[in-house]
C-alpha cells in the first residue's frame, strides 16, 4: 500500500481525487435530483430526465454533443434556484444519498494518504455546493469545484468557474504553490480521459474505473489502473477517518457554486469555455 508517515522535514504532498465514480459510484449532484423535486426545485420531467442522464453517465455512453446539449438544459435549469435552499436540501439528504454509495477502496486510500502526512483534496466539475459537504463528510482538507454566478441570492444559470480538464490541473498547480506541495511526490486519481491534464501533473498518477480512453492512455504510460467496486456506508469507519479540524478545511473555488453545477460533469469535453481563477476560501 502507501507505506509509513513522512518525515516532515521532506516537502509536502498531496493526493488529489475526482469525485464521481472515482470516490462515489454515482453523480454526486444527479443523485440529489429526486430531493430537489421534493423541494419543489425541479418538475417530474425534469427528474426524469436527470435520471436519463445518471444512466448515461454511469454507462458512459454519452458522447460530445449530448452532453453539451444537457450542459445547457442543466445550467439554464437552475436560474433562479434560492441558494441557501439548495444548501439546506444536500445538508439534511446527504448521509442518505451519498453515504451508502462511497467506495469502500476510495475511503481506504483516504486513510491512507492521511496517515502518509499527506493532504487529500478533492477535485470535481460537480458543484461546490454539493462537493464542499461531501467532502467534510470523506474527511477532505480541500476542495476544488465548480462555481455558478449568484445575483440576489439566487443562481443566474451562468457559470462563473468550471473545475474541468485543463482548468483542474491549473487549480492543482495553484494549491502546489500556494501551499507548498512538491508535485513530483503527489498523488492523482480519476476515471475520466478529460482529467489527464490532472493525471499528468503529479508524479503518481492513477487510473480508476477508468473509461475506454483513459484506459488505453494509462496502459501507454504504465500508470497503475485501479477497480473500485464495494461501495460501503462511510459512518461505518468514520470513527477511524482522519478528520480535519475546521478551521483547516479550505475550500476552493467554492464562493458562489450551484448546486447543479455538479450536473455540469455533463459539460464532458466542452471547449472554450472562458475561466475565472480558482479561489480559496477558508470555512
Not at 445547457?72 to 451519498?98: F, P
Not at 466539475?125 to 462555481?147: C, F, M, N, W
Not at 473545475?163 to 492523482?188: I, M, Q, W
Request: charged fraction near 25%; aromatic fraction near 8%; proline fraction near 4%.
Amino acid at each position: 500500500m502507501l507505506g509509513g508517515v513522512e518525515n516532515h522535514s521532506l516537502p509536502r504532498t498531496a493526493a488529489f481525487f475526482d469525485l464521481d465514480k472515482t470516490v462515489i459510484a454515482k453523480s454526486s449532484t444527479l443523485t440529489f435530483s429526486k430531493s430537489f423535486y421534493q423541494g419543489g426545485l425541479i418538475n417530474k420531467r425534469a427528474v426524469l430526465r436527470t435520471a436519463y442522464a445518471q444512466f448515461v453517465f454511469l454507462a458512459g455512453r454519452a458522447d460530445h454533443e449530448q452532453m453539451e446539449r444537457m450542459r445547457e438544459y442543466l445550467s439554464e435549469l437552475c436560474r433562479g434556484w434560492n441558494v441557501q435552499q439548495v444548501r439546506e436540501i444536500v445538508a439534511e439528504t446527504l448521509h442518505e444519498l451519498i453515504d451508502p454509495i462511497i467506495y469502500d477502496e476510495a475511503a481506504s486510500l483516504i486513510e491512507e494518504h492521511h496517515a502518509a502526512g499527506r493532504d487529500v483534496v478533492i477535485v470535481s466539475t460537480s458543484g461546490a455546493e454539493v462537493v464542499e459537504p461531501i467532502g467534510r463528510l470523506l474527511g477532505a482538507d480541500r476542495v476544488v469545484a465548480t462555481r455558478m454566478a449568484v445575483e440576489d441570492g439566487a443562481f443566474t444559470g451562468e457559470v462563473e468557474y468550471y473545475a474541468y480538464g485543463p482548468t483542474k490541473a491549473e487549480a492543482v498547480r495553484e494549491l502546489a504553490e500556494s501551499e507548498g506541495y512538491d508535485l513530483a511526490g503527489c498523488y492523482a486519481y480519476s476515471d475520466s480521459v478529460t482529467d489527464i491534464p490532472m493525471l499528468e501533473s503529479v508524479g503518481h498518477p492513477h487510473a480508476v474505473n477508468p473509461d475506454r480512453a483513459l484506459r488505453r492512455e494509462a496502459l501507454t504510460r504504465d500508470w497503475p489502473v485501479l477497480t473500485f467496486s464495494r461501495p460501503v456506508r462511510l459512518k461505518r469507519r468514520l470513527s477511524s477517518l482522519p478528520r480535519p479540524s475546521t478551521s483547516t478545511l479550505v475550500t476552493v473555488a467554492v464562493g458562489t457554486a450551484a448546486a447543479t453545477a455538479g450536473l455540469l460533469w455533463l459539460a464532458g469535453r466542452r471547449r472554450g469555455n472562458t475561466q475565472s481563477p480558482a479561489r480559496i476560501a477558508r470555512l
